[in-house]
């Protein structure tokens, strides 16, 4: 069985969370002694700058370059274009050049594949894979979906997002049921969750009620706090900004479920073999 996991964060409804959630999960299970390889699949390059790479536009190489050679049958470096960041973590940057390779891929065969080829090459060197999707249901998100093993979806407890999310899972269904059979649903991560209004309190509810009877909702939330948003701008994780805030907290929590997850998917699989 592969040691490693890898899990797509995505959501095509914009400014939900992914990139936050991407980055602190990724500093969370490094924390608990995980190596963990983060891959910026957004041409905003959200992620990357978030990770502390003040102008991703100005670099020459990212996977923008990898899925282009790797579209051609073309070799790519020993290195697989890892840069190694100081705490611990490793990135994958992207930036406007990947929304170039988005379009191009229209024309190649097995384009649903290509991230899937990059992934599994790196996949032996690291414990978990995060990949930061970009917020469409476009081909890049399909790639993201395709190579996973799992995805995450941070989602906002309003309305609109709420109802975002059947658009999400159908696209997912679509994904499993013709490409990869294996994908599953880690769970629903609530951010910038304000506990105190009665419309998030309804809105949860609401999905623990409909979506929440099929698929997992994480029992952590994470509160709504500027110090989430001034740590992305500084290019850091929480942990590193300000461990003590409750935003730290709550990824740490979030953290502990996802590994706790798959731990139990991995004793399901050795006790389903052993029947
Ligand atoms: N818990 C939080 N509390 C307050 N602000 C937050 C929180 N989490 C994220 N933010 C801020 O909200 C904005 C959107 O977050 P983020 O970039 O993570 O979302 P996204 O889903 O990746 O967006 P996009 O769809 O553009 O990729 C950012 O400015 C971020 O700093
Ligand atoms: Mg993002």
């Given amino acids: 069985m592969d040691k490693c996991k890898v899990i797509a964060i ?21 924390n608990c002694g995980y190596k963990v390889l983060l891959v910026d699949a957004d041409p905003q390059g959200s992620l990357s700058l ?3 790479i003040q ?6 190489y990212t996977l923008a370059n990898l899925m282009r050679s ?21 990135l994958v940057p992207s930036n406007i050049e990947l929304s170039g390779v988005e379009t191009g891929l229209v024309n190649i065969m097995s384009r649903e594949f290509v991230l899937k080829q990059y992934i599994d090459r790196a996949k032996n060197d690291f414990d978990y894979i995060l990949i930061d999707c970009m917020p469409s249901l476009g081909m890049l ?58 419309n998030a309190k309804d809105i949860i ?13 994480f029992q952590t939330q994470i509160p709504h706090s500027v110090r989430a948003a001034e740590a992305s701008l500084a290019g850091m994780s929480i942990y590193a900004y300000d461990p003590s805030c409750k935003v730290a907290k709550a990824y740490e929590e979030f953290t502990k479920e996802v590994i706790s997850r798959e731990t139990r998917s991995k004793d399901r699989l050795r006790n389903d073999r052993a029947r």
């Fill in 205 to 217: 509810a609401a999905l623990q009620n409909t979506i929440g009877k099929s698929i997992n909702i």
């Fill in 55 to 60: 102008r991703p536009d100005e670099m020459d």
């Fill in 141 to 198: 998100t399909i790639n993201s979906l395709v190579a996973a093993d799992s995805l995450v979806i941070p989602t906002q407890p309003s309305f609109l997002s709420a109802k975002g999310l059947n658009l999400l899972l159908g696209t997912v269904a679509r994904v499993k049921r013709n490409i990869n059979p294996d994908l599953s649903i880690d769970g629903i991560l609530l951010t910038m969750v304000d506990g105190r209004t009665n």
């Fill in 70 to 90: 790797i579209a051609s049958d073309e070799a790519i470096p020993e290195d697989l274009g890892i840069l190694y960041l100081t705490d611990g973590v490793y």
């Fill in 50 to 52: 978030s990770c502390g």
């Fill in 10 to 30: 995505a959501n095509q409804k914009g400014g939900v969370g992914k990139t936050t959630t991407t980055v602190n999960l990724g500093a969370g299970l490094v």
